[in-house]
């Protein structure tokens, strides 16, 4: 059924929460056939419109070619009033209006009088269907179909087979930079919603090719990563061969391991994920000869060597540079970051648990490592009320190896905010501790990875989900999950990201609000046995996303707006939808990416590992001491 629009009111006095100009790719295309589009939102009647409006540049027919937005594919709907601009015809999703019939011109709007026929409760469940595992596709909504259709739109194939999800696919991106890459760390999400629907083939093309991507040699020059380091992202790449005389073409992938990036980060991230990866699909095909594999188990030990090799760190938490993982610009995250701890402590959980027995030196410095970073980590890295207490009371410039307040923090650097902030139940992981430094931010991925590896204990997993529960507003909002709280601002902003024109306050790395949390967040809540957190975020996130296409992130204090500069259908929002909603129909699955208490580890003490504390331990030829 056609649509029927008229003009209504001024872009100003319609509530509009946003209008964006068009892309200049569409621009271009627009121009070619003698129309410049543009992009305008507005909000009527409490829902989101977007219209792509093609005006004529020239000539006296004036005309406007609309395109309601406010359904699914708009991709698709996107290229039709395009076409339909071209054609000068009228299908079915866009409509015609001649501006003379206007005074404003440059303001008209366009109000739904009829509703469409193909609204969101419409569409088929084309994008689900069988699932190898047993798992049903039955009771999926028509917002998961959508989700689903998307992701496998974002598929990227090589040789013919499945590799990966490409970071974004929005249509309209003139400048997708590396957006049109596979990213290792975006790919999770995707590739977990793939193992929950029984696609298999994806993930395992996934963790082999990027295994033949991993670096094999250092050269220290031209900025080369370091052996054992996983790709940040990888692309497809035709290359055109001239095989005496016979032009072919081939394709290769090409991978980036920080070299292109913007910033020239190393992901540090990168291994660790597909590590975790590498468990996940173990656990849930049951098929184990992969992680068994030589290629893979020495895949594995690189990325340990890499993690553990020694350095001039006193800490058993793993030291990286500035911006080495979802954060990947200036945010002060340097030094010892929770996040990149986090996912350092699972994927050593997860390494011992692939490790061949025959690797039983490497082994046992895993072990190692893994006490002492959960001591490290539980002890020194934990908040709440009672140690901001003692840490607001502490005495400095203490010279002894008993020392109280170890890292000689001064209590001035409590940060303001904290004070008040601090509910009297709750706790949390500060975002990272170094020598007289604690940040004091709350970083939602840290914690939740904390809590989903048992890096943190029982109890406190409990409290970091009372500490969600108890700030709702300020973490979780109008749109799940803050990816920090709270924001660097002006001095601090300006000295500790560079002025970073993206991450201004609540926005972006800085304190904006990215779906892409939600899946790891019902992950932790469902290990918890806290549900109920999980979906009611899920119902926030449930009005907008489709709404908004499926953006890479929002702004503002609350979530209230599509991020900035956030790309539209990014593609780690929509399966982290996706994998949040099929986690919470299949709650046995969070075991593939959890990990219960380390009975090993609680057998080894620090205390008793440090020979300084325990003069009877003697020095032994293999022992790892951390
Ligand atoms: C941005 C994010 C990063 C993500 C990438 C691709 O750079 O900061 O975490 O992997 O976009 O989506």
Sequence with gaps: MKSTLRLVEPLAASGCHGAASVSSAQRKVGDSWGYSPKRVAFHKQGRSYTCIKCEQNAGDSSRVVYNNQAHLEREALQEKVVVSSLQGATPEDSICVDTKSSSRREDVLVEELSQRPESVDSNTNDGAGSNGNGYKALDESPLEAEAWRLLKKAVVSYCGQPVGTIAANDPTDPYPLNYDQVFIRDFIPSAIAFLLKGEHEIVRNFIHHTLQLQSWEKTVDCYTPGQGLMPASFKVQTVFLDREGVKETEEILQPDFGEAAIGRVAPVDSGLWWIILLRAYGKCTGDLTLQERVDVQTGIKMILKVCLADGFDMFPSLLVTDGSMMIDRRMGTHGHPLEIQALFYHALRCAKEMLHPEAHDLIRSVNSRLA????HIQEYYWLDIRKLNEIYRYRTEEYSSDAVNKFNIYPDQISRWLL????????????????AHMDFRWFTLGNIWSICSALATKEQSEEILTLVEKKWEDLIGTMPLKICYPTLEEDEWRIITGADPKNTAWSYHNGGSWPVLLWQFTLACIKMGRSDLAEKAVAIAEKRLSKDWWPEYYDTKSGRFIGKQARLYQTW????????KLLLKNPDAVKWLTCEDDEDAASISCV??????????????DRHIV
Aim: glycine share 12%; net charge negative; proline share 12%.
């Design 573 to 580: 929002s929509i399966a982290g939808y996706l994998t949040s």
């Design 420 to 435: 008040d902030w601090l509910p009297e139940q709750g706790g949390y992981f500060i975002g990272n501790l170094q020598p």
């Design 608 to 621: 008793d590992m440090n020979p300084r504390r325990n003069p009877d331990l003697k020095p032994q030829g």
């Design 372 to 375: 002492a970073l959960s001591f």
